[in-house]
């Protein structure tokens, strides 16, 4: 396809990354702009043989890149971070081009993505073991931490430019190798990362990028014995698929699945920062996001105030291509998601919600969703009890502390949830109350490469960001060495 002007040829790239060579396959999958329907890009897909073939190089590359010393591995991330960063804006263009979020959040999350890159470039120099104190005058025995081998990663739609940088910083800060299958809904944007990549010096297959259909690619990368970690970002019904199939070769597993926050919001909250906080949560990436708010619990005496407020600034939000100019929400990603978004709120309306400010979709066509905000929510309603992934904020009222904490876990799914409180023993006591693996209190944006992000409950398996983030591409391996005969 024709390369947009704004885009450098060496950013732009249809063809898969195997061991350093870009390749072309028998098939090609479209990949669509949200915003406008057009076809952007004819990737190619790959298949089983492709998937095998990546393995395969990574395979061959690992002892290679493990043995290398840490400070070279984190040159070369560094060097990584830093080509991300000098091509922001090219990249932030491929991103919104692909996956239609407004231009202004797509440079952030190149910022964030490669903010990965920089924090593991460190991370890979403090990797540490143990010695433990012995059993017997003649052993010595030891803890090392090893890289597990070859990775897969299947990727998600919502950041690609964050959530690879995400799984492949930390793999490869360890010593592993990696097969990535992005979402067919958004390679061109780990095509642009993988060529930067291997600008940055990383070798011929330690970073592998196969785009194709989950049937073949993540079908393989979950059964195929040489992977010995399988890394996941997506819902919990694919997630726990691919836990039954990745059982069969029991591989290490991270996985970073569905979510359904609650906002808590009290009578004492600062009211402006409450509603900043809940817009920065629910309609970031147009509500596609796992840690979007999806249930607004808000404590009777602020209720009617804060739903007017919301209501307010959710109307005044702008839509239109993520390209142009002051632009606040771009399109959901397909037609899919616009019909889920209706579906919530016909099944809501029809047990006694009421629609505040939106509700439909949006003048603009395709897959453009008027921001909406109902008042009215109830845990009858399909919209308490399943993932959006959309524009649509649903305000719940409740009375007490106990009452919004109950309400709060549930569910079977504990990623993230926001409090808004100025009381600061609530702050503990709900903090500490809360089922979920991130609390952002007072704030609706807690996302830094430096803090694990992970789920509990159904929400997911192991953290990635933080030093946690490396423990999940490491072994450990007791060392007991005997016949240490004493000094003299
Ligand atoms: C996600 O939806 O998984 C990513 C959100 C984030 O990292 O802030």
Redesign the pocket.
């Known amino acids: 396809m024709t390369r947009p002007e704004a885009i450098p040829a060496p950013l732009w790239h249809e063809n898969l990354y195997i061991d350093g060579h870009w390749q072309a396959a028998a098939s090609r999958f479209a990949v669509h702009n949200p915003a406008t329907g057009a076809v952007i890009a004819e990737v190619a897909s790959g298949g089983v043989a492709e998937t095998e073939a990546a393995i395969a190089a990574a395979q061959a590359a690992q002892p290679a890149w493990a043995a290398q010393p840490a400070k070279a591995r984190a040159a070369i991330l560094r060097r990584w971070h830093d080509l991300i960063v000098a091509n922001a804006e090219p990249l932030a263009r491929i991103l919104t081009l692909e996956q239609g979020k407004p231009l202004a959040e797509a440079r952030a999350e190149i910022f964030y993505g490669a903010a990965f890159f920089d924090w593991f470039a460190d991370e890979a120099k403090r990797i540490y073991g143990d010695v433990i104190p012995s059993y017997a005058d003649d052993r010595r025995l030891l803890a090392l931490r090893q890289p597990i081998g070859v990775c897969g990663a299947i990727t998600p739609w919502?950041?690609p430019m964050?959530?690879i940088p995400r799984k492949a910083a930390p793999a490869l800060a360890a010593g592993c190798t990696m097969v990535l299958k992005p979402a067919s809904a958004t390679p061109l944007s780990a095509l642009a990362l993988a060529a930067l990549g291997e600008a940055a010096g990383v070798p011929a297959g330690v970073f592998n990028v196969v785009p194709g259909s989950a049937a073949a690619v993540g079908n393989t990368l979950a059964t195929d014995p040489r992977v010995k970690k399988l890394t996941f970002?997506g819902s919990t019904e694919v997630g726990r698929a691919l836990m039954a199939r990745a059982s069969g070769t029991i591989k290490k597993l991270s996985l970073?699945l569905g979510g359904n926050a609650p906002v808590l919001v009290f009578d004492d909250a600062d009211l402006d920062a409450a509603v900043a906080g809940t817009i920065a949560t629910k309609f970031r990436n147009m509500g596609q996001?796992?840690?979007c708010a999806n249930r607004i619990y808000v404590q009777a005496g602020i209720h009617d105030r804060f739903v007017a407020t919301l209501a307010a600034a959710v109307a005044a939000m702008r839509l239109g291509d993520g390209l142009a100019q002051g632009v606040a929400q771009g399109p959901l990603i397909d037609a899919d998601a616009v019909a889920k978004c209706e579906r919530h709120i016909a099944d809501a309306v029809a047990k006694g919600a009421r629609i505040v400010t939106g509700g439909k979709r949006h003048a603009l066509g395709g897959s453009f969703f008027e921001p909406t905000v109902l008042a009215g929510a109830t845990h009858a309603m399909l919209i308490a009890a399943e993932e959006t992934f959309g524009p649509v904020a649903p305000i719940f009222r409740f009375e007490d502390e106990a009452e919004a904490v109950a309400l709060a876990n549930a569910t079977e799914y504990g990623l993230a949830a926001y409090v808004f409180t100025t009381n600061h023993a609530r702050i503990w006591r709900v903090g500490e109350a809360l089922e979920y693996g991130i609390v952002g209190i007072n704030t609706g944006a807690t996302?830094y490469e430096g803090a694990p992000?992970g789920g509990w409950k159904e929400s997911g398996i192991g953290r990635e960001g933080g030093r946690q983030g490396i423990e999940e591409f490491l072994e450990t391996k007791y060392l007991c060495i005997a016949g240490i005969s004493p000094l003299g």
Do not use: D, G, L, Q
């Open positions: 919502n950041f964050a959530m970002t970073e996001t796992c840690v996302s992000f």
